[in-house]
């Protein structure tokens, strides 16, 4: 869309910001930092986020423990993290019951979907 002000030349309209968008991300950053700091979420912590913030939140668990990722776009966004650090000797057994609870909790937001 373009708009043309007073017989001057035409300027191309400026992207509005979607405010959608920007919640999504807000909630996202807190769902992450709340599973970084082995709290419970909760499903409405959840609600609004799209499949692939899904993905990457349901991930975080197991990364925060330091589980390294056989996909390459799902390791690129942890190592950008400054929170993980990977452990070559990482194992599932790390989890912890809150960890495991969140892992439900995100698969049924997933599902929900």
């Known amino acids: ?22 919640m999504r991300n807000a909630l996202y950053t807190q769902a992450e930092r709340t599973i970084v700091d082995g709290e419970v979420l909760r499903i409405l912590d959840l609600v ?16 925060r423990h330091g589980r390294t990722f056989a996909t390459p776009q799902l390791q690129a966004y942890f190592n950008s993290r400054p929170w ?14 809150v960890d495991k609870r969140n892992i439900k909790i995100v698969q049924a937001a997933e599902l929900s979907l």
């Open 48 to 63: 609004g986020l799209r499949a692939n913030q899904l993905r990457l939140l349901r991930n975080a668990i197991f990364a």
């Open 1 to 22: 869309m373009a708009i043309a002000l007073l017989g001057m030349q035409t300027l191309p309209a400026l992207a509005q910001p979607n405010p959608y968008q920007a």
């Open 84 to 97: 993980y650090r990977p452990h070559a000797d990482y194992s599932d057994d790390q989890l912890s019951p």
